[in-house]
């Protein structure tokens, strides 16, 4: 029943996602018009690492804090990755019947905000100390509901679960981390899906190069480069990310006011065979840490 709950939510998730991020659409529309397939190699998310008080006791706002709801769902963490520079970790997380079930994976990051100087980690803390609990996942996932309604249920936890942040905490916070601020604007929200090139199963479209050309021949912005090489086993490439209009607090009246923002991109990924052994290969099923930094930076403000 787990993996049909995960694609549950997977879908309400891609729903909401999809409606904001334009570019998503686009390639869906232009694969399925070719004749191939849509699916998905992982989504990613985002997160910070620092404890909040909550009448539940202490909460871990980092990967924690997801993760326990993907190994609630049967995943398990696959691999672990250091961004020293960028003041952030990730994990990532395959489901045991990620074949089966056509299961993604799940990569989800979080900033060390310890690491932070001092000034900025209080601003941080400040704005998340407003968090509120969100379903307990045990007992969502015991409930007697069948798969769409627990998924439901369980798709709340992918918000904001803080107040909005105050306009001049979120610019402060951006000279110093685009992530930090990222994550105060919206909380848990999707980083990311990712179109799963292997899987296109189209002649118009049989690899990265050719998906980033017809996706920018369409009006897409995309990516200079495309990360990686074949013999790492991956390379990735996505949109630019959308700008859309986000709510913060006015610096003097305390009213809700919009602000334009960077929310997501679409990413795209081929993976290939590497060695693990004399004459045995197998298909690259992790993440490389150079291409991983290099797409943090898509949600990048733009000057």
């Given amino acids: 029943m787990k993996p049909e709950i995960a694609l549950h939510l997977y879908s309400l998730l891609w729903q909401e996602y999809s409606a904001r991020v334009n570019y998503a659409r686009t390639y869906q529309q232009m694969i399925t018009a070719a004749g191939g397939t849509v699916a998905n190699d992982h989504i990613a998310f985002r997160s910070l690492r620092l404890l909040v008080d909550s009448p539940q006791g202490q909460v871990n706002l980092g990967i924690d804090y997801l993760g326990q709801l993907a190994e609630a769902l049967g995943y398990v963490v696959a691999g672990e990755y250091t961004f020293a520079q960028t003041h952030l970790y990730a994990r990532h ?35 998340v100390s407003s968090f509120s609990s969100q379903p307990d996942i045990t007992s969502v996932l015991q409930s007697e509901g069948n798969c769409e ?7 709340k936890i992918f918000t904001r679960p803080w107040l909005p942040p105050q306009r001049s905490v979120v610019e402060e916070v951006n000279q110093v981390t685009q992530y930090g601020a990222w994550v105060l ?35 897409v912005p995309m990516k200079a480069e495309i990360e990686g090489n074949i013999a790492c086993g991956l390379r990735q490439t996505a949109t630019q990310a959308v700008t859309e209009m986000v709510t913060v607090l006015d610096n003097i009246s305390g009213a809700e006011i919009q602000i334009p923002w960077t929310y997501a991109y679409y990413e795209i990924a081929q993976r290939y065979p590497v060695e693990i052994e004399s004459g045995k290969q197998v298909l690259f099923d992790a993440f490389l840490g150079s291409n991983a930094q290099q797409l943090f930076e898509m949600t990048r403000l733009s000057k």
């Fill in 149 to 155: 309604s627990i998924a439901q249920q369980l798709q």
């Fill in 185 to 219: 604007l919206h909380g848990y929200a999707v980083n990311h899906f990712t179109g799963y090139v292997n899987r296109q199963n189209t002649a118009a479209y049989p690899d990265i190069d050719s998906t980033a050309r017809g996706l920018a021949n369409l009006g």
């Fill in 93 to 127: 997380y395959c489901h045991p019947q990620q074949e089966k079930f056509d299961l993604p994976k799940l990569f989800i990051s979080e900033l060390i905000v310890d690491e932070l100087p001092a000034d900025i980690a209080q601003l941080i803390f400040k704005t």
